[in-house]
């Protein structure tokens, strides 16, 4: 791998400055949206990331759950974010500390147990387990001393390993829109999800 192309150190300068003289600037809020997708594929769907509105992430249901498998399931995206973040934090790091890396590698495993989605028994929903395994060879480090100093950096500032390993308070809320009498029909009463249905 070549030497980095950016100066990460130069970059970086002023904003550590700025978020010294501001630091309320520092506090950065993330946000993601639905985007617009057919309402009558109930195995597809795509989300935003609004620093990025032009940028779609195509998502979809696991065939374990009867999902078509054509694209990324959540738990994908979710294990990818791990993924890249642990990657971008490392070539940061190897780049602000003037390391040549000669390879990268990153691998995200996570255990999951379809029959709780499913409703089958008292199963656990969601990952219960979660392991990321990471490669570096850093050029001229015979003994892997630098590379066992970046990693642990790298490690140390990786935003999304440490949410994942920290947790965070999640609030998550639903509301019922009324639908326009207009253009939908008549329909059954709404119904958020029942475990149990079909």
Known sequence: MPA??????????????????HPQSALIKLEVESATSDLSDPLHCAVTPMATPAVRWQSGAHPAVG????????????????????????????????IDLESLHVTIEGDWDARGTLAIGDFPIGLTGIRCR????????????????????????CVVLNTLRGGVPVESTFELKTPDVETDPPGPPARLFDAGAP
């Open 134 to 157: 990471t490669t570096v060879a850093v050029r001229g480090d015979v003994g892997g001393e630098r590379a066992g100093r970046l990693l642990k950096s790298a490690e140390k500032y």
């Open 67 to 98: 999902g078509a498998g054509d694209v990324p399931c959540s738990g994908d995206l979710l294990l990818g974010a791990l993924a890249a973040c642990q990657e971008t934090t490392l070539r940061m790091v190897a780049a602000n500390l003037g």
């Open 4 to 21: 980095s192309k950016v100066d990460i150190r130069a970059r970086q300068s002023p904003i550590r400055e700025g978020y010294r003289q």
